[in-house]
């Protein structure tokens, strides 16, 4: 495995390569360790099947559309692949109401986005470290939840749950701005 520096200047987003395979991302929650696991990260928005992923241009209108197959494991996650990449681990934890985090296996470590929608439509968003309040990462930081290496919040590692799940309610009752255009739409496909 790559080291956590060598993640937060490449990450493959491999899933939504025609998504954001052209943009360098930056303010992510990343972590070495998986953070989600099979009793921690169980919840399933989406079914098995044909998605179309998508990202959302700057108008809100849909872009760059690929199609992707999602399956379903033994231990309640999921597998998720394109034409064009190898399946990725993808597992979510329920937040809110149809809301949820979202762990994403990379070659090098975990990303985290949050979700919202069901299992017609789910719109995924980088969790961004910058975006959050600043009380609430200045706590989530102090408690040894999220941990940054520069004062801009370039990168925040995800240590705990609580760190990430905490983040992602940040996002569900709109104390972040979720306007990111690092965000995409799955759409299931009848």
């Known amino acids: ?25 930056s303010g992510c929650l990343v972590s070495e360790e998986p953070i989600l696991t099979e009793k921690n990260g169980k919840a399933r928005p989406l079914k098995a099947g044909g998605y179309q ?6 108008d ?8 992707l197959t999602v399956t379903t494991t033994d231990d309640r996650g999921y597998m998720v692949a394109s034409d064009e990449q190898e399946p990725t681990a993808l597992r979510f934890r329920r937040v809110k109401r149809k ?8 070659s090098d470590g975990y ?6 929608g069901d299992r017609n439509r789910l719109t995924l968003t980088m969790m961004e470290c910058p975006d959050l309040p600043d009380d609430l990462r200045s706590t989530l930081i102090e408690n ?47």
Request: aromatic share 8%; hydrophobic share 45%.
């Open 53 to 58: 992923s998508c990202a959302i241009a700057d």
């Open 144 to 190: 040894g939840d999220l941990a940054s290496d520069d004062a801009d919040y370039e990168f925040c590692t995800v240590l705990t749950l609580k760190g990430l799940t905490e983040a992602g309610r940040a996002y569900a009752t709109g104390k972040v701005a979720n306007d990111s255009p690092l965000s995409l739409v799955l759409t299931a496909q009848e």
């Open 1 to 25: 495995m790559r080291s956590l520096p060598e993640l937060k200047t490449r990450i493959d987003v491999r899933f939504v390569v025609a998504a954001f395979a052209a943009i360098t991302l």
């Open 111 to 116: 990303a985290y986005y949050y979700a919202a």
């Open 60 to 67: 809100g209108s849909l872009k760059d559309c690929e199609p």
């Open 99 to 106: 809301s949820y985090v979202a762990q994403m296996q990379e």
